[in-house]
């Protein structure tokens, strides 16, 4: 969405943020969200249920863009959870075959 964009590229940025635009602003995968939140790297705002989508405050977004250890120990965090996946995956398979994620 091309006005979502622009809003993500204002300096000022909105109360709260989509999944999406949380990754995108924390240089990660959309998909890796429900991942640093189920590890509790991410809180989300208020109470949602599962099935709903979270928000989450900029303001704490922006200090965590800015945390260099907080975005090492997620990005540690995500590929140690990728690689239980592929350790599982190898023993179901039992041939080795292994589960990659679409990107890092």
Known sequence: NPERKEILSLPVLPGRITPAETAHRLGFEPEHIPVLISLGLLK?????????????????????????????????????????????????????????????
């Open 44 to 104: 989300p705002l208020g109470h949602p249920a599962a099935s709903t989508v979270k928000y989450f405050a900029s303001v704490e977004i922006e200090v965590l863009r800015n945390d260099p250890k907080w975005l090492a120990k997620a990005s540690d965090a995500l590929r140690h959870k990728w690689k239980l996946k592929n350790d599982a995956a190898k023993k179901r398979s039992g041939n080795g075959g292994v589960i990659l994620p679409e990107s890092d």
